[in-house]
């Protein structure tokens, strides 16, 4: 049985992202492997009130409940979750090898609204091992 990666940032497109890919993988019998990646910033030095666990402790919250609230859309399909301490691009596409498909969310800011995936996404467009996936929120084109 193959695996689809997802990519999990706490945000509502990585919520769809991830119910998106449950879906997919439901349909095709894959497993499910939700991932945050993480980094201890520098400025742990200059705050030392903030601690190396409680950045993984907050990352991990964050992690459970996106996987939580992508049940809540997509029931019965299991999750596995897994919480990486490294840049979520290298994370995501260190785990892309031997997936089926990886997939991560966009949301299209930037300057030219639209054209920008965003670093993570365009970092796995070019570096996965597999096909990726980028799961944007379906919207309308409007033509002024």
Do not use: K
């Amino acid at each position: 049985m193959g695996f689809v990666v997802v990519g999990v940032d706490g945000s509502e497109y990585s919520t769809q992202a991830l119910a998106w890919a449950m879906r997919y993988s439901q349909a095709m019998h894959h497993e499910v492997v939700a991932i945050t990646g993480f980094i201890i910033p520098w400025t742990i030095f200059l705050a030392p009130t903030y601690q190396e666990e409680d950045y993984a402790r907050d990352a991990e919250e964050m992690l459970s409940t996106t996987v939580n609230r992508a049940q809540l859309l997509v029931p019965d399909v299991a999750v596995e979750s897994r919480l990486v301490q490294e840049r979520p691009a290298v994370a995501l596409s260190n785990a892309s090898q031997g997936a089926e498909l990886l997939v991560v969310g966009a949301h299209g800011y930037g300057v030219l609204p639209d054209v920008h995936v965003g670093s993570v996404a365009n970092a796995c467009v070019n570096h996965a091992s597999c096909p990726v996936v980028v799961y944007r929120e379906p919207r309308s084109l409007e033509i002024a």
